[in-house]
Every structure is written in C-alpha cells, then in structure tokens.
C-alpha cells in the first residue's frame, strides 16, 4: 500500500484488534500493530532526511529485534525494498535505562550524538535530548512523549514522561529503551574500512579522485553529519531489510501482487532518473542497488516465509489452496445519499437498507470519529424511528461482529472506508460515506506560492525565508556550531537588526522560500 493507504489499514487493524481509540501510528508502545514508513525522498538525493519518519521505521525495526509479542508490520513496497542499518548494530547502540542504574552523562551524552540526537536548551521533538544538571530529558522513538530522567548522584531515581509544551510528569516508568534516530551511526575505529568501501564502490564512474578524497577526508574530520544517510553502504559492510528482522514464521499477507510489482517498477524507475540527475553533478553517491532490494531479490525473500496473496482473480493454479471471501464496498450508498433529491429525509435511502439488513440477520455497525458525532448520529437516527446507541469498552470479538443487534450499534474509530462481508452477515459504514469527507479550514498561508525546502541544493545564500513561527528573514548559509562540546550543523537566517537564527539542519521543513505576499 502507499502510506495513506498503511495508515487506512492501521487504523482498520487497531479497531478490529480491540483498540477503538484513535491511536497515533508513531506511538509504537502502546500496540503491536506498527506502520514501517517509506522514506519520503530517494536516500541519495541531495536533501534532508525526514527525521520523524526514520524514528518511526528505527522504533519498528527495535521492537521486532525484542521480539517480546507477535507484531503486524504494515509495509508500502519501498519500504520493504529499502536496505537499512544492520540488525547487530541497531541492538548495539539501543541503550535500555533503569530506575536505580547508574549512568555516566557524558557518555550518555555522547552516545546520543552519535546515535542522531540533536543538543538543544529545551526538548520538543523526537530526536531532542538535554541535560541541566541531574535532569535529562529525551525524545527517543517509540513513545508518544518525550521522557525526563531525574538523578541522584550518578543514580537514575526516577523516569517520567512530560508534556514538551506544560512539562508537567504525565507517567512514570521503571525503564526506557533510547534507540538511534539515525541509520547512519559513524564508528570511528571503522574508518579504515569506511574509506576502503569509499575507494572500491565509490570511484567508478567518476571524473576525478577528488569527490573520493573529499569524502574521506570528511569523515575522518567528521564533517557529514548533515548527510551522512546518503552514504549509508560506505559505513557497514553488509546492509539489511526488514525480512532479516522478521522473527522465524512470520506470515506475509501480500495486499494485490499484481499492484506490487507495478508499484516496484515505478519505484526504480523514479530511482532511475534521481540517480543519474546526481550523478550528473558528479556527486559521489553509492550504487542504486547499494540502497534497494532487487525485484529478483525481494521475492525470493517472500518465498522464505509463508505467504498470503490477496488477489481478486477468479482462478488458482492448482497447486495453490485458495479460501474465496467476498465483500462489498459502500460506494452504492454515497451515490444513492447524493442523487436522492428530498432535503427533508436525506437518509432514507439508507435507512431502508439497513432495515433489510437488519431482516436479514445482519450486524450494522456504524462508524464515528468522536463522541460529538456519536450524539449527532443517534438523534438523527431517531428521526426516522431507527434506535442506535454507542458501543463503549466491548471488545470486538467475532461474536459481537455477528450477533444481530437492534439497536444499530456505533462505534469510535479512526477508520474513513466500511463494507460489507455477506459471509459474516456483518455491515459496517463509515461517517464519511454517509455525509462525505469533511473539509477542514485551514489558516490562511502567510506566502503565496511558497513551499517548503527539502533539498540543500535549493539554497543559497541571501534568499529570502520563511519561518513557520519567526516569519521573514534572510538565509546565511550552513554554519556548524559546537554547543556543550557537541558539533553540529545549522541553517543560518538572518533577522532585522541582525538578529540571528540557528535552525538545525532536519528540521528545515520549518522554513520555505518566499515567493510574494497576497
């Protein structure tokens, strides 16, 4: 699926599964039901990385080396292509804290460098860390609020979560799992072999040795921290995919392979064409194939484990065991609510469905997405004498999905497409499909035009920004700073009365280009 679609289906899984809040997808902890999210740019295009999204796919990958409960893994292909940080070195630098442990803050400090984490003065987003004396907060993946870890000595005496914006405690814990923010971790006692993979993949092909010995030398000076995820095959010998941290039967449910391969080949063909515009510019940058799976490669992966392929198709080969379900969508229902002409009784073509379901012996089930729409749907129900009420606390189970119940059941979930499953007699119809997707109104852009930089390339200096809380200011260029004896790199903006603002470097999504006032 694409990522919309993985978010659709996670939201789908987790009200099945019995969680009927409205979960988020990053907030790991609290189910086994995760999305391994694709990246949102080609790794060896000239561009920052989305932080956000690396966290996320990290916290997944962590969870599966615990392996302490069977987890679903909802996959976009790119994502299961993409190669990423080695297994081993993953469970090396993921550090677990302990209340009554002792710890060492400087080579916490360091640790946390080196695994991505970004110093600041106050912890606001994933990848934050600060210390001020005993106190040490943190934002690592997996959780849904950043953490505060408060010392006695060297002594860890408590753990508790905060809200960054109050920071008010808002939990407390016995332990903590810190895992990296970034797949490229830099040893550097592995530099002698880093500069031997540089020499021997990195060389071909280029004009010159001079990108090469440029490379070297900046990781020996330790100058690629901005970018150092483009050279993620130059750090370890042997990447690995999300197959090698499958646990040993794991099923593979595989979603319209038929979809699948035509999604793999609009994938290295877009890969294609980002390649070569790199390679153009005569920049050193590993092999496509160095990032990404094969097509070969990939299926002979699947075929390693047991798999499901669900496909509409009307025929097997033979020496496939096929279960046939059939289900429908509500497509039916919008259309007959939108070309109904009375404006005084806009549901009654749904209405009498559901009376014809309901004699049939079916469950109809009705999905909202918060409590206000809950009242609203019921007192519109009761207009057309039909009881409803909500369901609260039960577990879904296969019982309660298949006992014909009046009244109409509703339910609060995150969810925006139903069906129906005639085999199980079971209706289920979303808030959407009755009324039609809201649209929300949003704030009025302060640019016109603009739009939000990803891509080092796209800048230089003295161009005009746009900072989404500090507003206009000119662009300066990229300056490293060391800060509590750790080096890192910012964009530099520019204020009125120089005034100067140092943003770090992967949270450029914050700026955009000015392109003119309304």
Known sequence: PTLKEAEDYYHELLFFAGNHGA?????????????????????????????DLTSRKLAVLHHLCLSEQPRIVIAPVPSLLRKSIPRSVLQRYSMNLRVGEEIDREVLSSKLVQCGYLKVGIVEDRGDYSIRGGIVDVYPPGYSTP??????????????????????????????????????????DNLSQISERIRLQGGQGMSSNEPVDDLIRDFSEFHVNAEIERYLPYLYPELETLFDYLPQGSLIYLHHSEEVKREREILFEQAEKRYTTATELDRLIPDIDQFYLSTEKMDERINTFQTIYADEVSFALPEEEVVSLTTETNEDIRRELINFTSSQAMLSPLVERMREWQDEGCTVMMICHSQSEVHKLIELLEEYGVPAQLSTGEQVTRELLTSPATPVRIQIAGFTQGFRFPLMGLVVITEEELFGEKKRRLTPPRVKR????????????????????????????????????????????EYQKGDKLYLPVDRIKLVQKYLGTD
């Open 23 to 51: 979960a988020r997808p990053d907030d790991e902890e609290q189910h086994s039901i995760c999305i391994y999210p694709p990246d949102e740019e080609f790794p060896f295009a000239h561009a920052a990385r989305h932080s």
């Open 147 to 188: 953490v505060r870890i408060e010392l006695f000595g060297d002594v860890i005496e408590s753990i508790r979560h905060f809200d960054p914006v109050s920071q008010k405690s808002c939990g407390e814990r016995n332990d903590l799992w810190i895992v990296p923010v970034t797949e490229a971790i830099f040893e550097e």
């Open 450 to 493: 603009g739009y939000f930089v990803s891509d080092f390339s796209e800048l230089k200096s003295g161009d005009v920004m746009v900072h989404i809380d500090h507003g206009l200011g000119i662009y300066r260029g990229l300056k490293r700073l060391e800060i509590g004896g750790e080096s890192s790199d910012y964009l530099l903006l």
